[in-house]
């Protein structure tokens, strides 16, 4: 029952480009949309996140553009550099404190 | 600043076998769960926990009980180890009752079921 689907699996980006990961979502107890990242070895972490009050959200190269009505997502990565390579989740609210959480995003980002 | 640890990082069982992963975290959180994590499967929820006392299942349950005597410590217990358990086990806590929390996840216990 795959409630958040997220692409693409895998992603290969130049040093300096951009990165972009996209999230559909079916149903959501409410608008909240956070990104987590994980590096390899470690948990996820979350890096950024959306409330519906706003439509995109942008700290320093991360942003988050959402679209309500179409139901997605999405998380851009301005001046994509090595240090960004790692997996990202999306995730959307089943209730209160749960979330299911797309199947992961690996990010590759070549010097 | 600890945050969420989880021991151990790293375990080998034979199928049949029972062990329990630890977690514990110290930001007195009253919401803690745990995940499972399969290639191209994403995180999955196994069990969570809104306090002590507190417990309920989440998406794959079957094969796995927890309990929750504190706020701190939330173990998850494999009854009867399987191959298809083999997997990297999340522990994460948050607070509660608030829609826009922050999960904290430790870093991970990688399970291999022989």
């Known amino acids: 029952q795959q409630q958040v689907k997220q692409s693409p699996q895998s992603l290969i980006v130049q040093k300096g480009g951009i990165s972009i990961i996209n999230c559909a979502y079916e149903n959501t107890a409410f608008d909240y949309f956070p990104w987590y990242q994980q590096f390899p070895g470690k948990g996820p972490a979350l890096l950024i996140a959306?409330?519906?009050?706003?439509s995109e959200k942008k700290e320093g190269r991360f942003t988050i553009s959402f679209n309500k009505s179409a139901k997605q997502f999405s998380l851009h990565i301005m001046d994509s550099q090595p240090g960004d390579s790692a997996t990202y989740f999306c995730a959307a609210p089943v209730r209160s404190n749960q979330f299911y959480f797309g199947t992961g995003t690996s990010l590759t980002v070549i010097p | 600043n600890a945050g969420v640890t989880q021991t151990p990082k790293f375990q080998v069982l034979k199928t049949g076998q029972s062990m329990t992963l630890q977690c514990a975290q110290d930001m007195n959180h009253e919401y803690m769960s745990w995940y499972r994590q399969d290639p191209g499967m994403g995180l999955r929820l196994i069990h969570y926990s809104v306090g002590a006392g507190i417990t309920d299942q989440g998406e794959v349950p079957n094969g796995y009980n927890v309990s929750r005597s504190t706020t701190e410590d939330f173990p998850l217990r494999l009854l009867s180890a399987a191959p298809s358990q083999t997997s990297v086990y999340f522990c994460?806590?948050?607070?509660?009752?608030?829609?826009?929390?922050?999960?904290?996840f430790g870093q991970g216990t990688r399970l291999t079921v022989v």
């Open positions: 959306i409330r519906p009050d706003v």
């Open positions: 994460a806590s948050s607070r509660l009752q608030r829609p826009d929390t922050e999960a904290f």
